[in-house]
């Protein structure tokens, strides 16, 4: 049997790995500044946390959801209070895609309606529903484009407000900041029309904080840049560092029905020891803020180029967009200065570095760009 070919790969074996640094199987080093898709929070191979996880297992692994797991409920109030949502419910699955999938079927029971609002370059995972939401054709199989969903510009606050006054709108999903779609800020008046404009027609706002939470932009979530509540926020990626979980948090006003969600293996022991692990290490090691610092740091030492049109981005999310594709210059960062780097499109390079990056580590990146353009 081989693997079904869907990814296409960089030839590289990676084997080991400690805080913003990766070694492959030759022994290179390299400087790790996209975290698996903004996965690795607090950094690679973290000893609390492989501590954490360790002990975990050899205590037990997993038991379904029909017993009490005492991890959770610590997870649960831990998070409230790093994310300043003590008063929301969570409900832990196993992935951003997965949340997203629970925060629109949760709205539609809510609300009773069937139609979603989301947002052009938007991207919100590859499970059925999360896929239809995803402003990408080439993603959304017949199966998937039987929902109900419209599509509007990032920053429209009219045409947003034309679809939900129709009264049908269970919810509107956008993201903190749009991640896979070239790392585009949505503008706060918008996002505070956006809020009110939800409430004045009972639609449910959710807020995609998957890729963009976690106290990658500075904040623990990025919409709190905005000053807004949303009904239900989603989680994946960050949140345990490479062990799979997600989870979304849910306002005061949703009422819990037995059933009416459910997961296999979502809030297992060793995903809570891993999440658990993460908030502590984020608060014992203050890594929102270093995330604002150090990215504001290399935000601004860019260097300038006629090749670049535009820096984007809040705290460890950011975008250089070029006037050119970057496919080569990713390439040559890749195996030339030995940097992991990502990409948006064709000509946005997409750093999402761990929080616990370090302004030396930022400024190899900035001499090693300097060198390429």
């Given at each position: 049997m081989e693997l079904f070919d869907v990814y296409s790969l960089f030839d590289v074996t990676p084997v080991k790995a400690q805080g913003c640094r990766v070694w492959d199987d030759k022994g290179q080093e390299y400087l790790d500044l996209y975290g698996g898709h903004a996965v690795i929070s607090i950094g690679h191979s973290h000893p609390d946390y492989v501590k954490a996880i360790s002990d975990q297992v050899s205590r037990i692994g997993f038991y379904s959801n029909s017993v009490r797991n005492p991890l959770q409920e610590e997870l649960a109030h831990r998070l409230g209070e790093a994310s300043g949502y003590p008063d929301y419910s969570l409900f832990l699955d196993n992935s951003g895609a997965e949340s997203n999938e629970n925060a629109l079927k949760l709205a539609s029971f809510h609300t009773g309606r069937d139609k979603v609002v989301a947002f052009r370059k938007s991207f919100h995972g590859r499970?059925?529903?999360?896929?239809?939401?995803?402003?990408?054709?080439?993603?959304?199989?017949?199966?998937?484009?039987?929902?109900?969903?419209s599509f509007c510009d990032l920053n429209d606050i009219e045409s947003v407000e034309k679809e939900v006054s129709a009264g049908d709108v269970a919810a509107v999903i956008i993201e903190g900041i749009q991640g896979c779609g070239g790392i585009n800020i949505p503008d706060k008046s918008f996002m505070l029309q956006l809020s009110d404009i939800c409430r004045k027609y009972g639609t449910m706002l959710i807020l995609d904080e998957v890729q963009s939470g976690y106290g990658r932009?500075?904040?623990?979530?990025?919409?709190?840049?905005?000053?807004?509540?949303?009904?239900?926020?989603?989680m994946g990626k960050g949140i345990a560092n490479g062990f799979p979980c997600g989870g979304i948090l849910i306002s005061p006003e949703f009422k819990a029905v037995k059933g009416m969600l459910g997961t296999t293996f979502g809030g297992n022991y060793l995903a809570m020891a891993a999440a658990i692990s993460v908030l502590k290490i984020m608060e014992k090691e203050d890594l929102v803020n270093n995330a604002l610092a150090t990215g504001n740091y290399l935000k601004s030492a860019i260097p300038a180029s006629d090749i670049i049109k535009e820096v984007r981005g809040q705290g460890l999310m950011l975008g250089i967009e070029f006037r050119e594709p970057v496919k080569e210059i990713r390439s040559r960062l890749l195996y030339e200065k030995h940097i992991f780097t990502g990409v948006s499109g064709s000509s946005t390079l997409r750093l999402l570095a761990p929080l616990c990056l370090s302004i030396a580590e930022a400024e190899r990146f900035v001499e090693a760009l300097k060198e390429l353009i």
């Open positions: 499970t059925s529903g999360a896929v239809a939401v995803t402003d990408n054709p080439n993603i959304i199989s017949p199966f998937n484009s039987v929902h109900k969903v932009t500075g904040k623990f979530f990025a919409h709190q840049w905005y000053g807004i509540r949303p009904d239900i926020i989603t």
